[in-house]
Structures are given as C-alpha cells and as structure tokens.
C-alpha cells in the first residue's frame, strides 16, 4: 500500500511546477508563464533588451486601404519612387507611390514586398482623409493614426505583427512607409547580425511565452532580451548568405518588382530539352534549400550553445521552414508526398514559363532585355520597340540551342503583339492565338528540334493539352498569382464561346472597338462561313452518312455559338465599345476592371469591400 501511494506521489509530482511570483517578474510583463525554465527566465537578468538599445516602431494606418494602397502590378511602375530615403524628400518628386510594408506571412530573412502607398507629397492626401474620416472620434490630427514618420524610408528588420503561423523576421532595405501591421526595429547602424538571433528557436520560444495567440507587437520584440555581441559575430558569415538566397528567390518570380527573367531561361541551367533543363534547376534549387537548412540549424546551435539550452530546444530545422519559393515543402504545406509536392511544384514552374511567355506576347517583358518593358499606362507597340533599341547602336543578341541569333534592331526574336488584343479560343481560328503564339514562344526560347518533346512535357505536367490549360485554367491561374488584381484582363462572351485577352498597361480606349470589330466579328465570320461549309456537306451526295451527321451536329452547334456572339455584340461589347472608357491605373485593377461589367470574366469577390 505504501508503494502505490509512493508512486502516485511520484506522478503527482510530475504534473506539477513550482515557480514563485518572483520568478514571473523576472519576465516583462509578469506572464504566468509556469512552464518556463530557470535557464530561460535567466535570460531577462543578463544584459539589454532590443528596444533599449533599438526603436521598436509601428507606422501609419491608412483609415482606407482600399483608397491608399495598392498592389505594386496594379499602376504606372514610373510612378513609384523605390530610393525615397525621408519623407522631406516626398516633397519635391512628382512620384505618387511608395514601397509600402504591411507585414505578410511566414517569410524570413527576405521579401513579402508587394504593396505600395500614396504617399505623394508627405502623405498629403492620407493625412487630410485620417483627420476628415476618423475612425476614432478623439481623432483631430493626422498623428493620432500616422506615427513615426521619421522612420519611414529607412532600412529596418521587419515582421508581420499578426500570423497565423511562427513569426519571421526579415531584413527591410530603405525605402519603404512601415505600416501599422508591418513595424521595424531601427538602430543607426543597423547591426543586420540582429536578424540572425530573431530567427533563431531561442526567440521563438520566448515569443511564445509572450504571445499564445500568435499577435506579436512592438512591446514583444522591444522586451526580448539581447543577446552579447560575442554571439552576434559569429554569425556575419551567414547572415548576408541567408539574406541574399532569400532575396534571390523572391526576385524569382514575377510578383517581385525586381524580377528580371525566369530561372527557365537561365543560360546556367539551359539544356537542349526543356525536361532536363528544370531537372537542372531543380538540383539547383534542391541544393540552396538544403545550404538554407544548413545555415539556419548552424545559427540555431550558436544560440542554443551560447545559453546552455542544449537540454531544452533542439537546432534541427524542418524543410517546411525553410521559407524558399522553390522549396515545395514550404510552398505547399506538409501533407502531401514527396512526388505530390514535386509534381506541384513542376507543373507551377511550368505555369510560371506560360505566364512569362504571355507576359512577352504582350511585351510587359522581352526575351532581349531583362526586366519590365512595357509597364506605363498606355505604352504603345511604339514605346516597345524603343526601349528594345540598343543605346549604343549594337545588334542584339540572344543564345538559343547553343547557337548565336544575331537580329537587328528593332527586329526582335518574339515580338510583342501589336494591337494588344490576344484571342484565346477554341480553334486555330487567328494566327495570333495565345495557344498558337505560345508555340512560337517554345520554338524561340527551346528550339525546333525538340518542340514535340517539350510541349508534350508540359503538356503532362499539367494534365491537359496546352489549349485546353488556356481555355480553363490560364485566367483562373493567373488571378491567384496576381491576387485577384490581373494585369491581363479577359474579355469573354457568356458561354465563353469568345474569348481575348489584353493587357491593361497597354488598354487605350479605342481597345473595346479593337476586340469588337478585329476579332468578335471576325471571329464570328469565320464561324458563319464554316457553318455554311458544314451545309454543303449535310446535302453533298459525296459525303457519307457519318460525315453527314457530324455536319448537322456542329451546324447546331455553330449556330448556338454564333446567337452567343450576336448577344455579346449588342448587348455588351457595342455599347462598351461606342464610350470608349477612360482607365487611371492609379485607380487600381478593382475600380477599372468593374467599369468594363459583363464584358470581363468575372472575378468573385472583386466587388467586396476590403478590411
């Protein structure tokens, strides 16, 4: 009997923690944090906290994100100023959007840089709408909502103050208006060694103390205690490295202003097929996610070593936190297989290689120059072919199959489409196609000689042929990579019988009468003079049976198909064509897309109101 109540005793003990309330002063703000170690309450006695010797600062809340914020893709990309180091500066530039950090998802060391304020003038027009619509009726200066703005515009470590994840703390460079949900710590001299402790399982297991609802404020982080600057030296060989491969993957993609081409394209990673080409990138991409992992374990056993914690945290870094574009297992989460995420993350490459494609179709990109071409509203075929032109008068130059091609200005080897109309149907209909166009994109940039192979290798990857993905996926695929604020909008008939893309860039507006008389009519004129071929053959005493029953079919069909354009045409594109809308770019892709009603593929949720 005594040996049981021993063992009971026994248990008892172990579901239970003894802690005075000496011991949770010792944390700041006193949290009934029991569980927490003595080693790690010991931290809070030694040494300064990050906001003792840092200011730990939120930014501006807008009142109306919707008026003062938008997606950097949405507007005239010369008309955002990325070198602003003040707000005095604000003053005298003509720019009316700047960088803006409103904080984001799980993303450590770099990126989550999309959005941009209007901030013209020293935020005059913000400033004047916070004091006009206070959201709080104490509100009688624009200061109650916008503070710290001698802070903006200068380089910081960031984070998302609300996620529903771990948090992650970035480097921001300057530049940016730090937001109410995306603050900075600010140093002088800003020690980017810093960064390296944040990320560390050390601070995460403090935050954790402070935070259970995953809420992390500027009180938080200015409490957490520093480390010694013995400890931070030892990781500058690494923190640069982390920064920079991060930095390198976000400019990867196209939602990065600084993107400059597809990794596809690479000449390091070119290949004769465009199969052993992404398996080439793929080991690339395989081997800095595993230097990432490397890198981010080593700075965790640092900081564990440096305060003895070797008995509670472990440095070990699962693949889902290494925060890389190209690392699947952070892309796509953590229950799906190894081939499921490999061939998710094949078939969005691919995606990726289509969208840059279109992207050139339209000439917002070029396979001669690197980065944005036409990105301005407005911007002409013109204004295409000039800013292709070499400065120095040379020829341009392009690798492709590991053969020189040598063309002459302006003569490019993918040219941008004129009139800025694309048709997307179902049929070899026009020459200019985007399925058709699409084609000559792949023969450009990967060769004849293996075309075959490499359309039937993407068309695999994504489980359809390549017109079909058009006709079904593209638009949907591109409204989630560009967040329901498309660049390119599609024009499309009720049934989608017609369909057009154009690039809102380039919209003037004379381009509804472009849609409505170069390509709806045409359109509809090739389908009136098929359908009177299939006539002849539904009564041609040479025709079979057979042949005749498929002719009256598609007769019907054709029919329905044409009766679908006629009611476009008269009830929708007409009207729309004759007002010859005017667009602002300024206004973003939510207030311009509407203007254009049942013209456009609808986009749900585009006309809800935004938080």
């Not at 807008?62 to 604000?90: A, C, G, M, P, V």
């Not at 609802?213 to 938080?220: A, K, M, P, R, V």
């Not at 199959?401 to 993918?414: G, I, M, R, T």
């Not at 005493?541 to 009766?563: F, P, V």
Request: negative net charge; aromatic residues 12%; hydrophobic residues 35%.
């Amino acid at each position: 009997m005594s040996n049981d109540n021993t063992k009971a005793s026994d248990n008892v003990e172990k579901h239970f923690f003894r802690a005075s309330t000496a011991d949770f002063k010792k944390i700041p703000g006193s949290p009934i944090a029991y569980w927490v170690s003595d080693k790690v309450r010991q931290l809070f006695n030694t040494g300064l906290k990050i906001g003792e010797i840092s200011d730990v600062k939120t930014g501006m809340a807008t009142s109306d994100n919707e008026r003062f914020l938008r997606y950097w893709h949405e507007i005239k990309f010369q008309d955002i100023s990325f070198q602003t180091t003040n707000t005095e500066e604000t003053k005298c530039i003509t720019m009316k959007w700047y960088p803006y950090n409103k904080g984001g998802g799980f993303k450590k060391w770099y990126g989550n840089s999309e959005y941009v304020v209007n901030w013209k003038n020293d935020g005059a027009e913000v400033k004047q709408w916070v004091v006009s619509n206070p959201s709080d009726p104490n509100t009688n200066h624009w200061s109650r909502r916008i503070v710290n703005t001698e802070f903006f515009f200068h380089e910081s470590l960031t984070w998302g103050e609300i996620t529903s994840s771990s948090p992650s703390f970035r480097y921001l460079p300057r530049g940016f208006v730090i937001g109410n949900k995306g603050p900075g710590i600010f140093h002088n001299e800003l020690n980017i060694n810093l960064l390296s402790y944040l990320n560390s399982k050390i601070v995460l297991d403090i935050l954790s103390i402070f935070n259970p609802t995953l809420t992390f404020n500027i009180g938080s982080i200015a409490a957490l205690p520093l480390p010694g600057s013995n400890y931070l030296s030892k990781t500058k060989d690494w923190i640069e490295n982390l920064i920079n491969l991060s930095r390198s993957d976000w400019n990867a993609y196209e939602l990065s202003w600084d993107f400059i081409s597809l990794p596809l394209l690479d000449p390091d990673y070119r290949q004769l097929t465009l199969n052993a080409t992404f398996g080439k990138l793929r080991t690339h991409w395989q081997q800095i996610t595993q230097e990432m992992q490397r890198l981010e374990q080593e700075n965790n056993r640092i900081f564990i070593d440096a305060y003895g914690l070797q008995d509670e945290l472990t440095s070990e870094v699962s693949l889902k936190e290494i925060t890389l574009t190209c690392n699947p297992h952070y892309r796509y989460g953590n229950n799906k297989t190894e081939a499921e995420l490999e061939a998710l993350l094949l078939a969005d490459t691919l995606k990726e290689f289509i969208s840059y494609a279109v992207g050139c179709m339209f000439g917002r990109y070029a396979l001669e120059k690197p980065g944005l071409i036409l990105a301005n509203q407005g911007e002409t075929i013109e204004d295409y072919y000039k800013k292709l032109q070499d400065p120095q008068n040379k020829l341009l130059n392009i690798s492709v199959d590991s053969c020189s091609f040598v063309v002459q200005k302006p003569d490019v080897l993918f040219p941008a489409d004129d009139d800025n109309v694309i048709p997307m149907l179902d049929g070899d209909w026009f020459t200019d196609d985007v399925t058709e166009r699409f084609g000559q994109f792949l023969k450009v940039t990967f060769g004849d000689a293996h075309y075959e192979e490499n359309l039937k290798f993407i068309e695999q990857a994504l489980g359809k042929d390549i017109r079909k993905y058009f006709l079904k996926d593209f638009y949907t695929d591109h409204l989630k990579r560009y967040k329901k604020r498309p660049i390119y909008w599609l024009f499309s008939s009720p049934k989608g019988t017609f369909n057009a893309l154009i690039y809102m860039h380039r919209y003037r507006p004379d381009t509804v009468s472009v849609v409505l008389n170069d390509y709806l009519r045409e359109f509809r004129t090739k389908l009136s003079a098929h359908k009177n071929h299939l006539e002849a053959v539904s009564i041609s005493s040479n025709a079979s049976a057979g042949e005749k029953t498929k002719a009256l079919k598609d007769i019907e069909n054709h029919r329905k198909m044409i009766d679908e354009l006629d009611v476009y045409e008269r009830e929708v594109l007409y009207p729309l064509a004759t007002e010859q809308i005017e667009i602002d770019l300024d206004d973003g892709v939510k207030v311009n897309y509407q203007k254009f009603g049942e013209a456009l593929k609808k986009i749900p949720g585009l006309a809800a109101k935004e938080g």
